[in-house]
């Protein structure tokens, strides 16, 4: 048995936030557990319970409120979820389905509460966006600390440690704020994906965290000593004297290089040559906006407006929507933000339109095809973005357009916006620039048209690649076949590229090839000249640029047209890449690793 304790085990899991630590395991359980009485309450006690209620969930609410003054350093993504969380703690919906259900049900308020916390979430599992399926997370984790209060318990106590890898099946950001982060090295969960909180946290703490760890809970036992490996979402459990002492020097390299990239994250992107690009970052929600000027980042590449919208349970008002803008637009001045329109597709329902069935989605009623089929829809959104533009350097990008009739449509829609902002007297912008997203195989041809009547096109590799190459890019089954370097993709760069410049307008990407270093070479050599990224990867993007030189680079490119094969261009690739920065890509998340 005690063998079997001390058993090497290699985990996999999502790489949530970079780094590596090496040090002893300590599970913590979360506060869980106990039954309420299922007993049918007299209307006698009905406000009582209503008030027993009303204490828990006001308790609640205050301890997110307090815990900004208790945590020491805590970063803005963290104040600003347990805003949300203390939001969704005092939403006035909430209490009225708990209320109801004590009135109507006539159950005590325990019950009365989780059936209001199951009703809600019940809204949430239609929606296949898999950020928001971590908001239904925070509504879960929020139910559960109120329901542990009904049920008489305290929440849990911070755990005196000494420094200590913290693994859990899951934590909820309140728990991750009940640790001292001084005594923690790493963080590794069984649950989570890239999105969950707890990288967020952890992200915010400089931690490194592994998520979605599968037999974590069953591998890992309190004391044993562990490898957290946060770059290729490892985690390894009672490690060989060998392995153990390679992290240990990578752990060293790693901090020098992270105080590398931190002091270079604001010089320009310019190649060795003295090529310049522009590095910008791709944004969710407007705080991600205030971190990419703190990351060496020169605006704002791709707003993904449709978190805005989907976010809530109804459509947010034009003021509303102004008002965000406004907030993103004035902060970033005078850099550049973009603001894509609604991009959502029929499998991501939104609140206030129906719901169509559709047998393909993703061929379906999506993204630019869906705005103009709710053209009210776009028009608000459009009149927001050209108010919001006349407060600093704003443009307008359309998703998934396939060709010019639609191009045209969607620029009469902003047409439209503008006119009827004139009759309300408002001031919008005069000169919003507008670019169209190269996302499908008929926009490629078609890119020496569309660049005629866009002022910019950015190339949507994600769902370039899925739909020049067939490839569903959210199906594990066929992700090997999605392959940015394939030479149909690369083809597609280059005509896109070549339109451009004929045309005289630029052109960046802003998908995930942007950031992959093994394209980023070609994507300059072709004439890329603006990368938009996760906000993360701004400034090894940067490193990376800062030390490539464009005559190599267009050698090698000459070198992969040669070649028809994905596989010797990977090759080729990973071989030039490998020789030119051999110790820093032991560094950076390559994305999921097979082999690992
Ligand atoms: C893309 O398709 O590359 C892109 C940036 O848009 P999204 O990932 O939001 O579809
Ligand atoms: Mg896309």
Not at 129 to 140: I, S, T
Not at 182 to 203: D, K, W, Y
């Amino acid at each position: 048995m005690k063998e079997n304790l001390k058993k090497h085990r290699i985990l996999t899991g999502v790489a949530a936030s970079s780094g590596i630590a090496v040090g002893r395991a300590l599970f913590i359980n979360r506060a869980s557990g106990g039954s309420f009485s299922t007993e049918i309450i007299h209307p006698k006690h009905f406000v009582r319970e209503e008030k027993r209620l009303e204490r828990a969930v006001a308790d609640q609410a205050c301890e997110f409120e307090n815990a900004e003054t208790k945590v020491r350093g805590m970063s803005q993504e963290q104040s600003d979820l347990l805003e949300a969380y203390s939001m969704i703690c005092r939403d006035p919906k909430l209490m009225e389905l708990a209320r109801k259900a004590i009135r109507q049900d006539r159950l005590p308020a325990g019950l009365a509460w989780e059936k209001a916390v199951r009703s809600v979430l019940k809204s949430f599992e239609k929606i296949d966006v898999p950020y928001l399926r971590e908001r239904a997370e925070d509504v879960k984790s929020v139910g559960s600390r109120v329901a542990a209060r009904l049920r008489g318990r305290k929440a849990e106590p911070s755990p005196a440690l000494g420094c200590r890898v913290i693994m859990a099946h899951d934590l909820t950001p309140a728990d991750t704020l009940a640790l001292a982060p001084e005594n923690i090295l790493a963080l590794a969960t069984e649950m989570g994906g890239q999105t969950s909180h707890t990288g967020i946290l952890a992200r915010g703490q400089r931690l490194p965290c592994v998520v979605g760890v599968t037999g974590l809970e069953e591998a890992a036992r309190d004391g044993a000593m562990v490898i957290v490996d946060g770059i290729r979402g490892l985690v390894i459990v009672n490690p060989m004297p060998d392995e153990l002492a390679a992290y240990q020097k990578k752990q060293e390299l790693l901090n020098l290089f992270e105080a590398r990239l931190r002091q270079e994250a604001h010089l320009p992107a310019k190649t060795e040559d003295g090529c310049r690009v522009r590095v910008y970052g791709n944004i969710e929600t407007t705080n991600d906006a205030l971190r990419i000027r703190d990351l060496g980042g020169e605006g704002i590449g791709l707003y993904r407006t449709e978190f805005g919208y989907l976010s809530r349970l109804d459509l947010p008002t034009e003021e509303e929507l102004y008002a965000d803008y406004t907030r993103i637009v004035r902060g970033m001045a005078p850099d550049r933000v973009v603001l894509r329109t609604l991009d959502i597709g029929a499998d991501k329902s939104l609140a206030g339109i129906p719901k169509l069935e559709e047998s393909n989605p993703v061929l379906g009623l999506r993204s630019i095809r869906l705005s103009l089929y709710c053209p009210d829809l776009l028009r608000s959104q459009c009149r927001a973005i050209l108010r919001a533009a006349t407060h600093g350097n704003a443009a307008l990008m359309f998703p998934m357009v396939s060709g010019l009739r639609e191009l045209r449509q969607a620029k009469g829609i902003i047409e439209e916006a503008r006119r009827e902002l004139l009759e309300r007297g408002e001031p919008c912008a005069e000169n919003l620039p507008v670019g169209v997203m190269i996302e499908l195989p008929s926009s490629v041809f078609l890119a020496p048209a569309l660049a005629k009547e866009a002022d910019f096109f950015s190339i949507g590799s994600n769902d370039l690649i899925q739909y020049i190459l067939g490839v569903d890019r959210e199906n594990k089954y066929v992700s090997y076949l999605y392959q940015p370097l394939h030479s149909a993709v690369l083809e597609a760069v280059r005509q896109v590229v070549e339109a451009a410049r004929q045309a005289g307008i630029r052109v960046s990407v802003c998908g995930e090839m942007a950031s992959d270093p093994f394209c980023l070479p070609l994507l300059m050599a072709m004439g890329i000249d603006e990368f938009s990224v996760t906000p993360q990867a701004i400034p090894i993007l940067k490193y990376l640029i800062r030390r490539l030189n464009m005559p190599e680079l267009r050698k090698l490119l000459a070198q992969v047209y040669d070649k028809v094969s994905t596989e010797t261009t990977r090759r080729l690739m990973e071989k030039y890449m490998n020789g030119r920065f051999s110790q820093e890509l032991q560094f950076i998340n390559l994305g999921a690793k097979e082999d690992a």
